[in-house]
């Protein structure tokens, strides 16, 4: 299994507070992501990296920042959570040979309820 | 924009059932095509790829053929058993290099004694 972990693997929160998930990964992957799972929707990009410091939107940024100060770590943060953040989070990694279109890996998720 | 269209679940069937899990995407280019199987609790894992037109994944029992034609990558498995149960995504990723994945909604297969 890739070298994912995501913490925490379960939150429960206030609306209005503030949130960080974090991502770690054991892998040296140059590429990674957050997604969100919903009903309906499969998954939707929230942010990626492609590199330190250096990370874009994707299709569901509103409401989201990101952080990347380290290879090995990627936060995603909602500085003030709203029950429409209420959704499972997923951390993924790619791009371990830095070829094309290489495996993306998933970590386990995260549950985070808003209420 | 892209986008991926998956039938929609669930998916019931008896074991040694054959299955179809229709896929079809919309997409500027040659974009790259994937399989992905969720089971309960867990994160996604990679079931199998196509990165180019006609090309055939095939994992696990599971195939799948890139169809350009027919902007479709339906996903086949001859028996199905028990311990397929989970659900199934579809997805694919454009070539600008840094292989974002755009999903399907996802099925839920659902397989019985």
């Known amino acids: 299994d890739a070298g994912i972990t995501q913490s925490p693997r379960h939150k429960v929160t206030e609306t209005g507070t503030p949130v960080t998930l974090r991502c770690h990964q054991t892998e040296n992957h140059r590429y990674m992501y957050w997604y969100r799972q919903d009903p309906g929707h499969g998954l939707r990009l929230i942010h990626y990296?492609?590199?330190?410091?250096?990370?874009d939107k994707g299709e569901v940024s509103d409401g989201y920042s990101v952080s990347r100060s380290k290879t090995e770590d990627f936060l995603l943060t909602l500085e003030s959570a709203t029950s429409s953040q209420t959704s499972v989070y997923f951390c993924a990694i790619s791009g371990g040979t830095g070829a094309p279109n290489t495996e993306a890996f998933f970590g386990q998720g995260t549950r985070l309820t808003v209420v | 924009g892209n986008s991926v269209t998956q039938m929609e679940g669930p998916v019931t069937l008896s074991e040694e059932a054959f299955l179809t899990i229709n896929c079809t995407y919309t997409?500027?280019?040659?974009?790259?095509l994937f399989w992905y199987v969720q089971y309960p609790g867990e994160g996604l894992q990679l079931l199998l790829k196509?990165?180019?037109?006609?090309d055939k994944g095939s994992n696990k029992g599971f195939e799948a053929t890139y169809r350009k034609e027919t902007t479709s990558f339906h996903l086949e498995k001859g028996s199905v058993q028990v311990s397929d149960s989970a659900v199934y995504f579809c997805a694919l990723s454009d070539n600008t290099g840094f292989q974002k994945l755009v999903f399907g909604t996802g099925t839920r297969l659902l397989v019985s004694p």
């Open positions: 997409a500027t280019g040659y974009p790259s």
């Open positions: 196509a990165t180019k037109a006609d």
């Open positions: 990296s492609y590199g330190v410091k250096d990370t």
